[in-house]
């Protein structure tokens, strides 16, 4: 498995990246993750649909909160096409209470907690502390990377408007 170290930082300390990176033009990566009842969920599940996959560290942490609040609220003008997938090391069952307790339901939350399986195939697998990297990724309905950022400094919010509008142009 590759590593790329110092692509990323915590609070301004340098990590290291598990994974390869992802470029726009790519096939979309497979991956096996839990969603919030136990069931594995895998790429091929979305298969046909424009998927907005948001990697973050933690939903209880600020900035995943307010990350996956936001693309929530985006996910009504977007349209039944699209699918945004917010995919964390957190507990299926910890993803579960966050989504109730903030109301989040267009929002699909999955842990990549058993195998980082998502983490290890989309270069986000912080080797140091065995989270995600906060990520976005826009997937087109023919299964191409159409958009990619990796935050640099994973304390920092993802650029919505370029990742919603690389959503909505690929829906047509």
Not at 11 to 33: C, H, M, R, S, Y
Request: charged share 20%; hydrophobic share 45%; net charge negative.
């Amino acid at each position: 498995m590759s590593e790329r170290t110092g692509v990323i930082t915590f609070q301004g300390n340098p990590l290291t990246l598990i994974g390869p990176e992802i470029k726009v033009g790519d096939a979309a990566p497979d991956f096996t993750v839990a969603a919030n009842d136990m069931s594995p969920a895998t790429m091929a599940d979305y298969a046909g649909k424009v998927l907005i996959i948001a990697a973050v560290p933690s939903l209880d942490t600020p900035v995943c909160d307010m990350e996956t609040r936001r693309f929530n609220t985006e996910a009504a003008a977007l349209g039944d096409d699209v699918k945004i997938l917010t995919i964390s090391m957190d507990l299926p069952f910890a993803q579960a209470r966050w989504c109730g307790a903030a109301g989040v339901e267009a929002v699909q939350t999955l842990s990549d907690h058993a195998g980082a399986s998502f983490g290890e195939n989309w270069g986000t697998l912080i080797k140091e502390l065995r989270l995600l990297a906060r990520a976005v990724f826009v997937v087109g309905k023919d299964g191409k990377v159409v958009y990619v950022e990796y935050l640099k400094e994973i304390t920092e919010e993802p650029d919505y408007a370029a990742a919603l509008e690389a959503a909505r142009q690929v829906v047509g």
